[in-house]
């Protein structure tokens, strides 16, 4: 609170902190900065804002994603060089005066050992491990190789494994608050088991000392990498995030939540990309665990609890990081992202824009719901990204719609094709929907008006199925006429969860059967914004578009399906 420092790319230049807990407790209270109006795209439209009645719901997952491979096999990562361990040992490990404070006051403390001037709190900063010094009886210490704010990481030596370790202790071992924070990380973090996270092998105690022992991960952090070349290719930077995905969807599983998500805990080593840095993991169903985040990263809520949501934010304005420069990035933009006039990344890739604006947008009901549904979409904008930027097309089948239906319903003569919203792919069935078989059953009738009525008894039978009424209203829209039902029908839904982008979709082929091209296409809009990685949503807005007689707005998005899936 009296730093007279500045933040430079979310870190003070005189104390080197980001004072993230002092900022999240004043969060409850006060208005953040870097808030702005609803975003606007590259094509002039913004996402609805006003779905959010009462709270989303939870609970929502997708096992679909398969993330197997750096870059999905769509693109080629640069390989690093292995780095020599022994290289990175500090030679002389001190922490710098402007590093140093108080933990119990956050008093700037000028000196290595002592007694805060403040509050009286005694405090040390020197490194208490010296090369060839033995733990345990096992780990040979090498040395002091960085330090951070929850501590002091060496370099050591497993002798009965013959494998190279980081062993993690305390910055200030006088902290009681950090050693708080390492008897947490012993509870649960060893039972952490995955390719993507860095692992903990032990927990060991020298002296009046305890180190975690993690595994050695070489490489360079994608800050690193960063910070070497600028703003990387935007094929290359969805890569490692869409990989990374991986590990967040393991941890929100295991009720676990990363909290502190940024370009300094991903490290690139062998052509893959771990975290490697625990310390600030926590229970989500923790109320009394201490909160960490950074400036620019955490998410406007963060203050009040760590959720899976909340890491999905630090995910979505880490790609964004990776992608260009944000100038105010901790300020006027700590809650917002830069514009496609500001940006002409953002302007160049639509999708990949809409993909962070649903990511980082402040409601947090408006954001993805899990690290699935997020590689889901991300997977789609690299497809994308990669057939523009290549001009290779990336086709693949959707986990959410049918097929093309144009060469079913389309004549078979040389007549012109009109745009019609028969030509409009039909979203797949919730397997999971209490309703499912009646309404697979109910949907291969052929006679339209047969199968109204059999769905309309479904929807009694099964209530709180979303299906049925889904596909009442979808088979209502073809049997034409009653559209102010459809409306009904759709309403029923949208009481229940909102957030359903299905709503949408079937409300803008309603309008299209209707002839209200220009409602119908806003529709369909806002479905491309909750689904920015499908492509179908891109053709709906194109026949839209071409209905309402919006030619160069349909050939664009036309183009677009095109040159990624023809």
């Known amino acids: 609170p009296a730093c007279t420092g500045t933040l430079e790319d979310g870190y003070c230049d005189v104390c080197g902190l980001a004072a993230v807990r002092s900022l999240i407790s004043q969060k409850q209270t006060t208005t953040p900065t870097g808030r ?79 007694f805060c001037s403040k509050c009286g709190q005694k405090y040390s900063f020197s490194a208490t491990l010296n090369p060839k010094d033995l733990i345990a009886e096992q780990y040979e210490v090498k040395g002091a190789i960085a330090y951070g704010g929850l501590g002091w990481i060496y370099l050591g030596f497993d002798n009965t494994l013959s494998r190279y370790i980081v062993l993690k202790g305390l910055l200030n071992s006088e902290d009681a608050a950090s050693a708080a924070v390492a008897i947490a990380e012993r509870k649960f973090l060893a039972s952490v088991k995955h390719a993507n996270i860095v692992g903990i092998y032990n927990f060991v105690n020298h002296g009046t000392e305890g180190f975690i022992v993690m595994e050695y991960v070489g490489g360079k952090t994608l800050k690193q990498i960063r910070k070497e070349r600028g703003p990387l290719p935007a094929a290359e930077a969805i890569a490692y995030i869409y990989r990374i995905l991986g590990a967040f969807a393991y941890l929100h599983a295991q009720g676990l939540a990363y909290c502190d998500f940024k370009p300094d805990n991903v490290m690139l080593e062998d052509n893959d990309v771990k975290l490697i840095d625990m310390g600030g993991v926590r229970r989500i169903d923790d109320p009394d665990g201490d909160i960490y985040g950074t400036v620019g990263y955490s998410a406007p809520e963060a203050g009040e609890g760590p959720t899976a949501v909340s890491d999905l934010y630090t995910i979505g304005r880490t790609l964004a990081v990776l992608l260009c420069d944000i100038k105010g990035f901790g300020s006027t933009h700590q809650y917002s992202l830069p514009s496609p006039q500001e940006e002409p990344l953002f302007a160049q890739q639509e999708s990949l824009y809409r993909f962070l604006l649903k990511a980082t947008t402040e409601k947090s009901d408006d954001r993805f719901q899990s690290a699935d549904e997020m590689a889901d979409q991300l997977l789609g904008v690299l497809r994308e990204v990669v057939a523009l930027e290549t001009s290779t097309p990336r086709p693949t089948t959707s986990s959410l719609f049918g097929g093309d239906l144009l060469s ?32 697979m059953n109910a949907s291969a009738i052929a006679d339209l008006d047969r199968r109204v009525e059999t769905l309309t008894q479904v929807t009694t039978q099964y209530p709180k199925s979303k299906e049925a009424l889904l596909r009442l209203a979808n088979s209502l829209i073809d049997l034409g006429g ?85």
Not at 65 to 93: C, D, F, M, N, W
Not at 412 to 437: G, M
Not at 522 to 532: E, G, I, R, T
């Open 408 to 439: 079913l319903t389309a004549a078979n003569d040389f007549a012109p094709i009109k745009p019609e919203f028969h030509h409009l792919p039909i979203p797949l069935l919730d397997a999971t929907d209490p309703a499912f078989n009646a309404v």
């Open 36 to 114: 702005s109006a609803p975003a606007t795209t590259g094509t002039g439209s913004s996402p609805v804002t006003n779905r959010s009645r009462g709270s989303r719901r939870t609970g929502s997952t997708s096992a679909r994603s398969s993330r197997k491979q750096l870059g999905a096999g769509l693109v080629s990562i640069p390989e690093l060089p292995s780095t020599e361990p022994e290289k990175l040992i500090l030679v002389e490990p001190n922490v710098p005066e402007n590093k140093r404070f108080c933990g119990n006051c956050n008093n700037p403390l000028r000196r290595e050992k002592g």
């Open 482 to 566: 009653n559209y102010e039902r459809v409306e009904k029908v759709l309403a029923q839904v949208e009481e229940n969860d909102p957030w359903d982008w299905r709503i949408l979709w079937y409300r803008g082929r309603s309008r299209m059967a209707e002839g209200k091209a220009q409602e119908a296409k806003k529709a369909f809009d806002q479905v491309y914004f909750d689904l920015p990685g499908e492509l179908t949503p891109k053709l709906a807005i194109a026949l839209a578009a071409e209905q309402a007689r919006d030619f160069s707005f349909a050939i664009q998005m036309y183009n677009l399906v095109l040159r990624t899936d023809p």
